[in-house]
């Protein structure tokens, strides 16, 4: 399996800034990596995924706010986080995966508060 570290959590005031990293161990070119994130009481949701080809996805309520990259030559994946908004907090866990789901990884999680 695929072994993701992520990085970068923390606390920031409503309207500020973060960015998430994720590295993979992996010894090829992971077709999709993305970040999910989870708040006390609620489901799962995806936040963003980007292909190696570059196509992005993102949740309609991080539009314009979130932007999500990544190294191919290094199997990671960022996420910047801009004017941050309490309902942001989360505990935010980065994902990899196969076109076909052949592999489905997850990483740890990082902690992101936005206090007000």
């Known amino acids: 399996q695929v072994q993701l570290v992520e990085s970068g959590g923390g606390l920031v005031q409503p309207g500020g800034s973060l960015r998430l990293s994720c590295a993979a161990s992996?010894?090829?070119?992971?077709?999709?990596m993305g970040w999910y994130r989870q708040a006390p009481g609620t489901q799962r949701e995806l936040v963003a995924t980007?292909?190696?080809?570059?196509?992005?996805n993102y949740v309609d309520s991080v539009k314009g706010r979130f932007a999500i990259s990544r190294d191919n030559a290094k199997n990671t994946v960022y996420l910047q986080m801009n004017s941050l908004k309490p309902e942001d907090t989360a505990v935010y866990y980065c994902?990899?995966?196969?076109?076909?789901?052949?592999?489905?990884?997850w990483g740890q999680g990082t902690q992101v508060t936005v206090s007000s």
């Open positions: 980007i292909t190696s080809g570059g196509s992005t």
């Open positions: 992996a010894p090829f070119n992971i077709y999709a």
């Open positions: 994902n990899a995966r196969g076109m076909l789901y052949e592999y489905n990884c």
